[in-house]
């Protein structure tokens, strides 16, 4: 079976990008990665590239398919996951979702009823996701054939950040 990680670059180096990247990395089968990043135009064109890579690769490769996609709560993202995750329901490909932060809801519940039926049209194709704690189920209660999982949060030495610092090293942890 082939994976298909569709998720944001390296860089910037945000939770989601290391969250990302380690998953690829850690993931012992078949797979390849789609990445998708910049701002204005970058990122028009990065999407488009990513649509077009991921159609052929579904097209191009035989047998069973899973797509690993780290979603996003915005409405300019979530165009993105719309194409991405209906692309996967037209060839029967099954979508694992990774839901970063705990504001999926409150997304939810901000846009339009026009928009939620697309969201929610959407999202009910998702067959598992993946979220943090147990209390963040709650995200996706109103999609009840959706299997939600949680995984916790870990980190990896060589992916921490190192700097030299003249003088004190202050850190503060930040968590929903």
Do not use: W
Not at 22 to 44: D, H, N, R
Not at 57 to 75: A, D, E, F, N, Q
Not at 138 to 149: A, G, H, K, L, T
């Amino acid at each position: 079976m082939l994976t298909i990680f569709i998720g944001p670059k390296n860089e910037p180096v945000t939770g989601q990008s290391l969250c990302f990247a380690l998953a690829y990395e850690g993931f012992e089968s078949t797979k390849t990665k789609i990445c998708y990043g910049g701002y204005g135009v970058s990122m028009l064109f990065s999407n488009i590239f990513l649509l077009i890579k991921l159609l052929y690769v579904i097209l191009s490769t035989s047998g069973p398919k899973i797509v690993y996609i780290t979603t996003s709560r915005s409405l300019l993202g979530f165009s993105r996951d719309f194409i991405v995750i209906n692309l996967c329901r037209l060839f029967s490909v099954k979508v694992v979702n990774h839901l970063h932060g705990a504001d999926f809801l409150s997304f939810r519940n901000s846009i339009s009823r026009f928009f939620r039926f697309f969201l929610d049209y959407t999202y009910t194709y998702i067959n598992t996701s993946i979220v943090l704690l147990e209390s963040m189920k709650e995200q996706y209660s109103m999609y009840p054939m959706m299997r939600i999982v949680c995984l916790s949060n870990c980190l990896v030495d060589e992916y921490a950040i190192k700097k030299k610092y003249n003088g004190t090293l202050r850190i503060i942890f930040l968590s929903n």
